[in-house]
């Protein structure tokens, strides 16, 4: 098990957000690697492999590999939100359930790869391209199912609370990647910015809140407390998709892992795209008549621009701040003190900059 | 919520065994559907639409359907169990976690429906035939959580032990339907009994061997008592796996509401035709040979003779009485009084004489 770690509220004043955020992701990675380890060494032969090559600790061969686990948001968050309600006591005691927050946010990674039919991830094949739809899809019903057993064996009073939250999410999540493939086969003109931002914060939103009240709940928060921490999640995660899909238009693929342009050669309609779509200028019916017709590479950077002429990045980036700006205020109303705030607050900033 | 209902250990002594499993099993139903139906109906909208198809509730256009929800056979496993051990009071406490077996049981038919292209369960076109891949691997993924949310919201101090049990099982059971897929891709000859009888017990043995575990619990049983529950379910589960697969090859499509050949025309390396192979008859040359083909409709009668010749069909019969045996054994040990071991025993007599 990881030895207990400096309390993440308890030190730095005025450090950087990006510095700050970058170092509470690296002890939320040298908190929770073991467990998560420990859990995903625990499944069978056949599935472990998959699930380690997933996670970036092995080629596909069984060789070690010095993968990219991804960025440990969300376990930072449930950490970091303990933390800042209960302080290291509490960020030492939620490490199983920022865990399965973890393993949660993997087994949807794994699935959604096999249905968007996505072939890279974190720079490396999906997991799905390598050993096969079928054991990519039990690969990752077997890390939910891991992820529920973790908290179920969690002695800790909250354990019970955060595992009904957790199933909850999942099944928020699932009707967010539900709404989203729905979505890509209706026509561009159907789809209203009402139906995507709410797919959006399902998709996205849910889980990044969840994470935040589960650590509200084993810092033994209020019911206010815990919801506060929720919204404060849920509308990052919905300023951190907007910036996502700003980055997947604008972007740096070497930094995403994820092909230019991979959006809309699948006529994803993301949040910036229905924004230019539904704004009612010239370059929206451009952009419509683009979507409707089959993809062609040759088209691709006249349908970057004509989403941009449309409004659709600058509407994105207001967005963002406003959802940013409300994520502020739940924050205040869950932590009021500034300086126990901070390391959620440099999260919060840490994903909605990652362009920088 | 169900009302209380007779508790299966005080009557109808002499009862014949279907009789008393039919009785168990109409009103396992009548007391775990509407629990079901309030969980499945927990879910939004367009994943509500697809389990209420799956479980034969509803037509694919959303109108109410007579359907054939399946036999619910492991719900009535941890009804029967809870009251065979702790009476009446139990097994009403028991129906929430009989409900999460049921949950559990069909996110896995669900799942193994797509991975292994079958077009028909229950006598209707499968989900994903009807509602595409991905929604089934979500209305799957969906349903999983439900099961944990069931009992991570459930009071009973057994709740958390049945959640551990509960999450253990699915990572079994993707182990199982993973050494399945393994299975077909194997040549005839590489495949062992040995491999294929773990297979066999991981896939279906291990919910059953659950479900009673979790009536166990429910009823304050000691380790030893739903330890014995375990190995009672398991042992019945690969009795009932080895009948189907008899049932598979000899049976009556009408009753399976599978098509006969199915397995066959898949190539699936069932318990019979992997005992026949490893017979060393000439039968099994012939098989083998048959096997390594494509496919051929013609060839179906002959294949099924070829098993039965090569003693496939005589070897599932002992090892199905064998493993009955065995499973009598740990329910005398887990249940010594004959009187109130009666339901399981009808279940595990039903579930393997279903072709009378």
Chains 1, 2 share one sequence.
């Not at 005025?14 to 908190?31: H, K, N, V």
């Not at 084993?218 to 910036?243: H, K, N, T």
């Not at 929206?284 to 349908?303: M, N, Q, V, W």
Request: contains cysteine; charged residues 20%; glycine residues 8%.
């Amino acid at each position: 098990m990881a030895t207990p770690h400096t309390d993440s509220t308890d030190g730095t004043p005025g450090l950087p957000d990006a510095q700050e955020a970058a170092e509470i992701l690296a002890r939320t990675r040298a908190a929770v690697d073991p467990e998560l380890r420990t859990a995903v060494d625990s499944l069978p032969a056949a599935l472990r492999r998959i699930a380690r090559y997933h996670f970036g600790w092995e080629q596909a061969d069984g060789s070690p590999a010095a993968g990219n686990p991804g960025k440990a948001v969300r376990p930072a968050l449930v950490l970091t939100a303990a933390a800042a309600l209960g302080g290291a006591p509490a960020r030492l005691a939620a490490v199983p359930a920022a865990a399965a927050v973890e393993l949660v946010h993997n087994f949807t990674l794994l699935h959604d790869d096999v249905m968007d039919r996505d072939t890279t991830r974190r720079h490396r094949p999906t997991a799905w391209t390598v050993f096969g739809v079928p054991d990519a899809i039990l690969a990752g019903d077997a890390l939910q199912a891991v992820a529920h057993r973790l908290l179920a064996e969690d002695p800790h009073p909250a354990a019970t609370a955060a595992a009904a939250r957790l199933a909850s999410c999942v099944v928020e999540l699932c009707a967010g990647q539900q709404a989203d493939t729905a979505l890509e086969g209706c026509a561009p003109a159907e789809v209203t910015l009402d139906e995507v931002l709410a797919m959006a914060e399902a998709k996205t939103g849910a889980l990044l809140g969840c994470a935040c009240a589960i650590g509200g709940l084993y810092a033994g928060g209020s019911a206010d407390e815990v919801e506060a921490l929720d919204a404060f999640g849920r509308e990052s995660g919905l300023a951190f998709q907007l910036i996502d899909d700003v980055i997947g238009l604008w972007g740096d693929p070497g930094r995403t892992g994820k092909p230019a342009g991979a959006d809309l050669a699948a006529r994803k309609k993301t949040l910036p795209v229905v924004a230019a779509l539904s704004s009612g200028t010239p370059a929206a019916g451009e952009l419509a008549e683009l979507y409707e017709a089959p993809y062609d590479k040759g088209d691709l950077e006249r349908t970057v621009q004509a989403v941009e002429r449309a409004g659709g990045r600058d509407w994105a980036q207001v967005q963002a701040a406003d959802r940013m700006s409300r994520a502020m205020h739940e924050l205040a109303r869950a932590i009021p003190s500034p300086e126990s705030a901070g390391g959620l607050l440099a999260l919060a900033e840490y994903v909605t900059r990652r362009t920088s």
